[in-house]
């Protein structure tokens, strides 16, 4: 599998990131090399492992439906770089 | 050339749990703005979501009472995309997964059975809401929506009209406030669907290319939107051009869909397992007892209506469509009152007062619209006055006896007046009386008709019935 500079760009687009196109050839070949490092995996037989689902071997942790009074706004905003009338405020939004 | 149009089902459905799916903020709806919110549903580094227990038994509630295979083994994954209605830039949902998968639900269209399949049902948190101000310089954002607990219900894409999209997601709205884990509320958001739809020429097996509309919230706009789109892609084919696969949002005011290009390019998700929330096993006699634990359902009222209260079919179905008109139908009837004149009622006045004003249940009880029945068998009032007086308890539930005196609404019993405008109406219609003495024994019904006007509604059809033939009998 070989990345090239349009996956680059395309993952960087999804994760609202941009770059030169000097970076995006840097990046290019970095990816290969770890994706190619990866696939040393595929030679291995797995024929009789069962697919691991999760990291952790727990399951089934719950909480009741019990309320707790929520936070307090303030603290909430107090890091938001935008605020307004109690709401986040973000860049306009078009549709 | 014929169409035909093929259709699946997106459910969006809010339990209706106290907390939210990972947090112990409230799920109650309206609140100032940003004031149901915590950490962790607004998305906080280093947050520790718990999965609420509740959502779990519901969505297996949903499962089974849909025919649903419970999954022994489930996960939660998430689903990347950036839009600021979500504030950790992914939903907590579920992929390969979910809860439940293949099942089915049997609708009535056109008095035949027909059965849709049901993929799949997983659970998966709601987002927060987007306040735009109008020619402000940004976008607001409210999160006590964001963390609500979802269940996503999506069908096979066996729908083939508007209509029966309709009555598929009336029957799965019911179903689940049968099993009592929503309320269903569509104005208040409790209800989405998401449209897929595509045409192909009528006959042909592969699938059109199908595009989407997203949250219609209303049985109006799921009929609307849909009706429309098939148009819209007929139209295009027809001229020639190709469907494009593309979401499309539904203007109910302007009754026109629009293209959401813009959304395209986010379409590609990324999920992966979420690595903070742990599996989710669930054993065979758990789901034996969650099964054990379910009321009764849509279908089982239906065939008790039939058996016990000796119901038409066609009744036992329209009144249990909605468990709360069920359940009023149920309190009625516990006062001594004939099951199918409640149903008659229920089905015909109380429907009609409920769809123009929009309700889902009627401002009076059972019990008063059995006593307006009572008041119709003792001869207090006449059949026609039992509507006028249902008309103003819909306004203002009162007693009905009180709006019968009140209005002055009682049936005219006062034998002598009644004499007298039977006798007027014999000697100004001749040639109505005419004809019933020859034979045409319907012209009884037009002079019924003219003494009912005459005395306002408040005689007894029946009564007036029978003093005509016996007065036009004397005649002879
Ligand atoms: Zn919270």
């Known amino acids: ?95 | 050339m014929k169409y035909e149009v093929v259709m699946g089902l997106e459910i969006h459905i809010e339990l209706a749990t106290n907390t939210k799916i990972f947090c112990t903020c409230t799920t109650a709806f309206g609140g100032e703005v940003n004031t149901h919110c915590c950490p962790i549903c607004t998305g906080m580094p280093g947050t520790l979501p718990v999965m609420n227990r509740k959502v779990v038994d519901f969505a297996i509630k949903a499962g089974l009472a849909t025919n649903c295979t419970i999954a022994n083994f489930s996960k939660m994954d998430r689903k990347n995309y950036f839009y600021p209605d979500l504030p950790k830039a992914y939903q907590v949902s579920q992929f390969d997964l979910p809860i439940c998968e293949k099942g089915y639900i049997d609708i009535e269209v056109n008095g035949q059975t027909k059965r849709i399949g049901i993929t799949r049902i997983h659970m998966e948190e709601d987002a927060g809401k987007l306040i735009h101000d109008e020619g402000g310089t940004g976008s607001l954002i409210d999160y006590n929506r964001c963390g609500v607990p979802l269940i996503e219900i999506v069908s096979e894409p066996d729908l083939r009209s508007a209509e029966e999209a309709k009555i598929y997601v009336e029957k799965i709205r019911s179903i689940m406030q049968y099993i009592g884990i929503s309320d269903c509320k569509m104005q208040e958001g409790s209800l989405r669907a998401d449209v897929n739809l595509s045409v192909r020429p009528m006959g042909q097996v592969a699938f059109g290319t199908r595009t989407e509309m997203k949250n219609l919230n209303s049985f109006k706009s799921i009929l609307r939107a849909a009706l429309h789109e098939e148009k819209r892609q007929i139209k295009e084919i027809e001229n020639g051009n190709i469907i494009v696969q593309e979401t499309r949002r539904w203007d109910d005011d302007l009754g026109k869909s629009f293209s959401m290009r813009s959304k395209e390019e986010a379409h590609d998700y990324r999920y992966f397992p979420a690595p903070d929330l742990v599996p989710i096993k669930v054993s065979d006699e758990e789901i034996i007892s969650f099964k054990n634990s379910l009321p009764e359902l849509p279908q089982a009222r239906i065939n008790r209506y039939i058996n016990d209260y000796k119901l038409p079919e066609y009744d036992a179905k329209i009144l249990t469509n909605s468990k709360d008109i069920a359940d009023f139908f149920e309190e009625a009837i516990k006062y001594d009152v004939p099951p199918k004149k409640v149903s008659n009622y229920i089905m015909g006045n109380v429907r009609k007062l409920m769809n123009i004003n929009n309700d889902e249940v009627p401002p009076f009880t059972g019990e008063q619209l059995a006593m307006v029945i009572k008041l119709v068998s003792k001869g207090t009032i006449s059949s026609n006055m039992a509507s006028k007086v249902i008309g103003f308890m819909y306004e203002d539930p009162k007693n009905p006896l009180l709006i019968v005196k009140e209005k002055n609404l009682g049936a005219m019993n006062d034998e002598g007046a009644l004499i007298k405008i039977i006798d007027e109406v014999i000697s100004q219609n001749q040639q109505s009386v005419d004809d019933y003495q020859q034979g045409k024994k319907k012209a009884i019904g037009f002079l019924v008709g003219q003494v009912m006007k005459q005395t306002k509604g408040k005689a007894n059809p029946q009564t007036v019935n029978k003093m005509l033939v016996e007065k036009i009998n004397n005649l002879k």
Do not use: C, W
């Not at chain 1, 996956?7 to 190619?36: C, P, W």
């Not at chain 1, 069962?50 to 009074?69: G, Q």
């Not at chain 1, 709401?87 to 306009?92: D, H, I, N, T």
């Open chain 1, 1 to 95: 599998m070989k990345v090239t500079k349009e996956t680059v760009n395309y993952v960087a687009n999804l994760s609202r990131l941009t770059f030169t196109d000097e970076e995006a050839e840097k990046m290019a070949g970095q990816m290969d090399h770890i994706l190619r490092y990866m696939e040393q995996l595929n030679k291995l037989d797995t024929t009789d492992v069962t697919p691991m689902e999760h990291v952790k071997p727990i399951s089934n942790v719950f909480r009741d439906d019990l309320v707790v009074p929520s936070y307090d706004r303030s603290e909430l905003l107090k890091n938001a770089p935008n605020q307004e009338n109690g709401a986040f405020k973000v860049p306009k939004i078009v549709e």
